[in-house]
């Protein structure tokens, strides 16, 4: 992996990796504690329009897809606020309708058409370092607001009936969740694709949840395994000639199948030591 890294590319693609993974902590943490991992990944799908559009339209793709997925989210964020019996299936809708509005604005752009494999599956070798500027800045906007309103988001994530009569502003934070979960999208999508976001976004988070204590220690705790996910992902990908966004996941899940087996058995071992214990008195 050395040698690896005299390549511009590879060091390329391992700051994306960081930055992602440090941003995918954090905001997988409120996904998860909140339970609006479907929300999450409708959002994720939906920005396949923004990938349309952006090229469509000659934009930036940073640009073009960060505004797209902003406006589904605050779409989302109006449904499931005012029509929650109707949630899963509008959100369903958006889904669907912003990956149709993607796939026909690229078939409709002149000229060159772009790899759609890169955008499902990712392409973190393809990071340009023009891209790593702009998720550094996006990645620096997320971090700001989740320190800025951390108490807020505490008090919301457990329990947002008692944060409101605190007079915690629960609508405003639960819309901002959605916009900075739909700027994470745009981040995540040049690493391991649309089809694969929402395993980054959850996994990490869902093993760090079973030995942390704390909100502030599960977003670090989600930060270090997603930066070990991808690293350890993107090495094996360059070792084995793998399609790195799928490799990333595959790492991902492995992990997330030991921590399981490990707490089944520590539960089974802690389950005998009381047995025992209460057998000898």
């Given at each position: 992996m050395i040698e690896a890294l005299q390549l511009e590319f590879m060091r390329n693609a391992l700051a994306a990796g960081i930055l992602v993974s440090v941003v995918?902590?954090?905001?997988g943490t409120l996904v998860v504690v909140n339970r609006i991992v479907f929300l999450a990944g409708g959002i994720a799908h939906a920005a396949y329009g923004g990938i349309g559009l952006a090229f469509f339209m000659g934009w930036p793709f940073l640009v073009g897809t960060a505004g797209f997925s902003l406006a589904a989210a605050?779409?989302?964020a109006a449904i499931t606020l005012k029509a929650k019996h109707r949630a899963d299936a509008m959100v369903g809708v958006i889904w669907a309708v912003g990956m149709a509005a993607g796939v026909v604005l690229l078939d409709l752009t002149p000229g060159y058409h772009v790899d759609l494999m890169s955008y499902l599956f990712g392409s973190i070798l393809a990071v340009p370092a023009s891209d790593l500027w702009q998720m550094g800045g996006i990645g620096a906007v997320v971090i700001l607001i989740v320190?800025?309103?951390?108490?807020?988001?505490?008090?919301?994530?457990?329990d947002d009936e008692f944060?409101?009569?605190?007079?915690?502003?629960?609508?405003?934070?639960?819309?901002?969740?959605?916009?900075?979960?739909?700027?994470?999208?745009?981040?995540?999508i040049r690493v391991v694709g649309l089809i694969l976001v929402i395993a980054l976004l959850t996994i990490p988070p869902f093993i760090a949840e079973k030995f942390t204590r704390s909100l502030r220690t599960m977003m670090v705790a989600s930060s270090i395994l997603s930066c070990l996910f991808t690293l350890s992902g993107l090495w094996l990908s360059y070792l084995l000639n793998l399609t790195s966004g799928a490799t990333i996941i595959l790492v991902a899940a492995a992990g997330f199948i030991l921590s399981h087996l490990g707490g089944h058995l520590r539960a089974r071992g802690s389950t005998r030591q009381i047995r025992g214990t209460g057998r000898s008195e």
């Open positions: 995918c902590g954090v905001i605050g779409a989302m320190t800025w309103y951390y108490n807020d988001f505490l008090a919301m994530s457990y944060a409101r009569l605190r007079n915690v502003p629960v609508t405003f934070l639960y819309c901002l969740l959605l916009g900075m979960i739909a700027l994470t999208v745009v981040m995540i």
